[in-house]
């Protein structure tokens, strides 16, 4: 959740068109109530390409988030959310909202190095351990 909008690429269900330039790296995302699991929790920088899956049965969203925080160890607010924009040593890179169950998603992002976190930041799906870390190297 955010106010400002970020450049999201989504493609929802039997809509594949499109041809971008291509990615170096594709990493399937399977979100669900009330986790995150990827086919690849580390891979090299890059264009990385998440092919997200939600299997419901309820909304979710994928935010990424570069931080040397560990993704269950991030602050968070009185609600239970993370601060995704604000807090210190936290850096939002780009997210995809309101992902309906069944939809799937495509992001895609230049990666550099380092440590990031993937979570859901819909209210107390953080604190359900939406939530995994990812690796750049
Ligand atoms: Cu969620």
């Known amino acids: 959740m955010k106010a400002t909008g970020g450049l999201a ?3 929802l269900a039997g809509c594949t068109g499109g041809s971008g330039p291509s990615a170096d790296t594709t990493v399937d995302v399977t979100l669900s109530d009330f986790k995150i699991e990827l086919s690849d929790s580390s891979v090299s ?10 299997m419901g049965p309820s909304l979710h969203e ?8 560990m993704a269950g160890e991030l602050p968070t607010d009185e609600d239970g959310a993370v601060d995704e ?7 939002l890179v780009d997210e995809v909202e309101d992902i309906e169950d069944e939809a799937t998603a495509t992001l895609t992002l230049d ?5 990031y976190a993937l979570i859901c930041n819909l209210p107390s799906h ?3 351990r939406m939530f995994t870390d990812f690796v750049v190297t």
């Open 111 to 115: 990666l550099d190095a380092g440590h």
């Open 126 to 128: 953080y604190e359900l």
């Open 62 to 69: 994928f935010v990424v988030l570069k931080t040397e925080i």
């Open 9 to 11: 690429i989504v493609a």
């Open 85 to 91: 924009a604000g807090a210190e040593g936290i850096e």
């Open 45 to 54: 920088a890059g264009r990385i390409q998440f092919d997200i899956t939600n």
